[in-house]
């Protein structure tokens, strides 16, 4: 029996089932390449769902924590601490000034302080409802769930307490009639991550802006997937310059860490008052450091430029490959999504691990990319000239 096996067996039967049983025990990594427990290599173009954003063993994130963990590893929110001082001040000036955080351990988290604003704005001003998108994600527990379009992860644990109307992803038309002055609070990703790196037509963003200025609903901007250099800008609404009310981030912040932050700008920023909300160890020192340390890279090697230019080049090799299972590549950096003509993401995903490449089958007809952002040209070619023969293995399998 090999390692991997032995792991996979031991899993099934000490966890629920909720995940299936994952295909690979991972042991380590070093820049974007990973190790099984048996020693095999795979270069990772998933990153723990865009979340090791300096790829794996990273000195800068190495150091930073370790040094937090042996000065102090927790507080809680009875006492301060300067990382997460630092890195509140650090997420406001990235963002574009004018905000005040709150620091979470995930997108979830991230999202319920969002919501909870919703929710207290919305009483204040007599706004009772919300509007999401269809197809969208916003995390599982049952706030963020009743924002969450997803039918086949919403169906289950239904009914839910708080009117949310979803709309197309995409349509700003019926953005514009579904929201009113009744509207609490509008929920949007950037571009949708789960729904399979579905991006809007290009004024989407800037057009949800127009409508809650219009209608003074709160803009909320989940950019948990999106932010932090994963599309080659800081947050993705700087691309169409719509800043909205409410953000929040998580997975790339803390290079694989548990950190999120949810930053509320302008006067939004004090809509909690005291008691209103917390958290025992979110923004704690140790994720703190590990998000200081992300970012701080992030700038001294130019990254965002980076993702620009070898996004591009992932996406030309692959825009190059004739082949009848691909249809296309769509999405934007390093954050893309290879559409397939046949429900067969199952099949390239298995056949890329089994070529040396980890990939996700996001959706039945999609192959998601959310590589390491430190990922090299070289590095994004090898999988371009490697996917024929990945879609050739695809398409064998019935
Ligand atoms: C991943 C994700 C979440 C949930 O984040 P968790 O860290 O898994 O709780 C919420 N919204 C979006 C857009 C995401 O991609």
Known sequence: MTRNDDLKARYEAAFMPNYGVPPLALARGAGSTVWDVDGNAYLDL???????????????????????????AHTSNLFLHEPEVRLAEKLVELAGGDARAFL?????????????????????????????????????????LSLTGKQSIREPFGPYALDVRFVPYGDAAALEAAVTADCA???????????????????????????????????????IQSAIGRTGAWFAFQHEDARPDVLTLA??????????ACLAFGAHGSIFAKGDHGSTFG????????????IATIEADGLLDHVTEVGEILTEGVAA???????????????????????KAGAVEAAARAAGFLVNAVQPDAIRLAPPLILTAAEARAF??????ILDAADKEN
């Open 251 to 260: 997975k790339g912040l803390g290079g694989g860490l548990p950190v999120g």
């Open 321 to 343: 490959v004739d082949h009848p299972l691909l249809a296309g590549v769509r999405g934007r950096g390093l954050w893309r999504a290879l559409v397939l003509t046949a429900a």
């Open 46 to 72: 998933i990153a723990g769902i865009a979340v090791s954003s300096l790829g794996h063993g990273h000195p800068a994130l190495a150091e930073a924590v370790a040094a937090q963990a042996a000065a102090l």
């Open 384 to 389: 371009a000239g490697a996917l024929p023969a």
């Open 283 to 294: 923004g704690n020192p140790v994720s703190a450091a590990a998000a200081l340390a992300v």
């Open 104 to 144: 979470t351990n995930s997108g979830t988290e991230a999202n319920e302080c969002a919501l909870k604003l919703a929710i207290k704005y919305g009483k204040t001003h007599g706004r009772s409802y919300f509007v999401a998108t269809e197809n969208g994600f916003h995390g599982r527990s049952m706030g963020a």
């Open 185 to 223: 609070a509008v929920f949007l990703e950037p571009t949708q991550g789960e729904a399979g790196v579905v991006p809007p037509q290009p004024g989407y963003f800037a057009a949800a802006r127009r409508v809650c200025d219009a209608t003074g609903a709160l803009f909320v901007a989940d950019e």
